[in-house]
Every structure is written in C-alpha cells, then in structure tokens.
C-alpha cells in the first residue's frame, strides 16, 4: 500500500515519512481538483486521521519547493495546490468557485516578441462562468 507514492517521494529526494505519503497520496486521489491546505486538513479530520494543520503547511510547503506540485493563487489571495505540473492555464468560475485546468502552450513566436525578458514562471488565470453555472 502506497508504493506509488513512496518511489515518487524518494525520486525527488524527500524522505518518504508517514505524514507526506499520506498527503501525497490524498493529492494523487483528488489530482483532478485544485485544493487548499484547509480541504487537505479537513479531509483527514473528517476520517480521523490525525495529522496537524502545521504537518500539512509544511509538507505542501517542501512539496511545492521540491517541484511535486504546484500552486494557483488566486486573484482573491487564496492558494490552492495541484499536481498537475503539465503547461496550463486555469479558468476561475466566478458563480462556483471551481477551477479548472485548460491546456494552453505559449507559443515560441509570441515568447521570440520578448526575448529581452527573463521568464521565470508562467500564470494565466480566466474568469467567467463553467458550463455547469452557465445554464
């Protein structure tokens, strides 16, 4: 149980303690959902597992500093993580909250127009309504 999780622990050199293979395999369960460090610490509350709010800062913390996962914040400064690491750009229902991954490349002719620019990191966010809240 949680082989998966602990190679992919161990091939971005963390120790693959019991708390962070929990996590990590929470986020591989829900990898289709953009959550926060509350949804994480509310799911293991609501099936008795024991870990702490300050467990779970610090394992997405080293998470997110390892590359295993990254982070959307949102215009409101709220910050959810995904695993996700794939080049996209995210869509923000404004009615339900979701968010939603939309695969997007930027092209090397528009990233040629700014060559004199160091890129570092790439951050679109779009706002309106999913089909679900459109009808």
């Known amino acids: 149980m949680f082989e998966k999780e602990i190679e992919e622990l161990k091939s971005f050199n963390i120790n693959p303690s019991k708390q962070r293979v ?3 395999n929470y986020l591989n369960e829900h ?14 509350r609501d099936n008795d597992t024991k870990l702490s709010l300050a467990t779970i800062y610090n394992t ?13 914040t949102l215009p409101s400064g709220e910050v959810k993580y995904e695993r996700d690491r ?21 092209s ?10 160091t890129i570092e990191s790439k951050y679109v966010l779009l706002r ?7 009808e």
């Open 108 to 117: 090397n002719d528009f990233l040629k127009k700014y060559d004199n620019f």
């Open 128 to 134: 309106g309504l999913c089909p679900n809240c459109k």
């Open 86 to 106: 794939s080049n996209h750009i995210h869509f923000e229902c404004r009615k339900c909250g979701e968010i939603y991954n939309m695969k997007m490349e930027l």
């Open 31 to 44: 990898s289709d959902k953009h959550n926060t460090v509350d949804d994480i610490f509310k799911a293991f």
């Open 60 to 72: 997405i913390s080293l998470f997110k500093r390892e590359g295993l996962i990254s982070n959307v």
């Open 22 to 24: 929990l996590v990590l």
